[in-house]
């Protein structure tokens, strides 16, 4: 499947974007989007979000154990 990066906006709904991880960063930050998503066929998988202007990654429920 192919890998598709994108935003996902205060609605939770995934706008496909770029297809690297540094072009959905660069269009959420001129666009006001806070959060970088990755899309693999109907997944969709938040991956980090803007805080005070700096990126940050989301921990996993899995990292914690």
């Not at 609605?11 to 899309?39: C, E, F, M, P």
């Not at 969709?44 to 429920?61: M, Q």
């Amino acid at each position: 499947m192919i890998k598709i990066y994108g935003s996902t906006n205060n609605k939770n709904i995934h706008i496909d974007t770029s297809k690297t991880l540094l072009g959905a960063k660069q269009y959420a930050t001129r666009n006001n989007y806070k959060n970088v998503s990755i899309r693999n066929g109907y997944n969709v998988k938040l991956l980090e979000y803007k805080l005070f202007g700096k990126w940050y990654k989301y921990k996993s429920f899995l990292e914690y154990f």
